[in-house]
């Protein structure tokens, strides 16, 4: 079930200011203009040690196609410079093969090597060509130097592979022996479309990594809404990133950078978002930090705050029931109620998704329905992932166009 709200007023009046400054576009320029959109992304955390002379063949599933593909790298918790001297981007056939003719090197302001400084991202040059939508893009990548942390994300829900020494130009699987359940490097691919495009980009936690969804199969509930948004003929939202952490919180640092600190990297840094759907803070009220209803409303507000700042919409989602996981008391059910409550009924968000009347029991509403129920009572299953993903208003999701 959702709910909309209207954007503030005011918003009107400025775009009809921008739109008389800038001139009304023809016809003609509305239909060649083109920008880039995100059409696959991770949230990037702290990893173990990076190894030298190592070579990673990392699996995304595209969202949304487009041309000349980019992609960013990352050594946002690296403590040292980061040098990777050979980068490929290929289309996958089985495992770790790929489809032959289709493995192409990216480059970096020409060069074939980038060294990516601590704290830093590094985005390659446009790959010409036509990228479609959900395929399985595979980018191998080998740094010679790596060392100190890596920065990656660990619960990818995707089989990758890794090899010593460098093999990234090949197309076959034969030195692609290990296999890693993690993406190292590598937070976004992007691609370049039409300019009325656009992307969602789910903030949150494990339930939108994908924790208990099939590996391999691509069903956590962003996967599922992609599918969605790919079928659709009357939005132009195409693009979706998922950017859960396993374990996030809103406040506080622990899996991962808080939602709050990592929304400008994770979230507003990537190029043709539209909407932020935010589905977090079962963390928060779980872990039995002192975290009240107001502190974790307070988190809610700045993120709407900063999203909107960036000429986001923001679309809420209430947090879902946790009853019979470890951690569940009566006082965070309260807190719980408290926090859907305001999500629900507050208008603080440009419109919102009731994921708990979803997931709920309507029999016992503090417990998660059995037939969503991975068995955790925390997390849905492949069936729960797809409900939440249909219970989405794909209209919603294009607030920020009009």
Known sequence: MTARFARPGRLI???????ALQGTPTAAQAATARHDVITWGASADRMGDGTPDRSYRLVVRTSVGGDDLRIRLSNAFGDRPVTFDSVYAGVRRTGAELVPG??????????????????????????????????????????????????????????????????????????WTDTVGSWFYLDAVTVRTSASTGAVVALGDSITDGWQSSTDLNRRWPDYLARRLRAATGTTVKGMANEGISGNKVLADGAGQSALNRLDRDVLSHPGVRTVFLFEGVNDIKAHT?????????????????????????????????KGWSEWDPAAEAVRQEVNAFIRNSGAFDAVTDFDRILRNPYDPERILPFFDNGDHLHPNDKGMQALADAVDIENLDCASG
């Open 290 to 322: 002192g975290v009240t209803a107001e502190d974790l409303i307070a988190g809610y507000r700045e993120i709407v705050d900063r999203a909107h700042a960036a000429g986001k919409c923001v679309v809420g989602a209430t947090v879902g029931p946790f």
């Open 13 to 19: 009046a400025v775009l009809a200011v921008a739109l």
């Open 102 to 175: 289709s493995n192409r090197r990216l480059t970096f302001d020409g060069a074939r090597s980038v060294t990516v400084p601590a704290g830093a991202t590094a985005y390659s040059d446009p790959l010409p060509g036509r990228l479609p939508a959900a395929t399985d893009l595979v980018i191998s990548l080998h740094s010679p130097d790596a060392a100190g942390p890596a920065t990656g994300h660990w619960m990818a829900m995707q089989t990758s592979y890794a090899a010593q020494g460098d093999h990234t130009a090949e197309e076959g699987a034969t030195n």
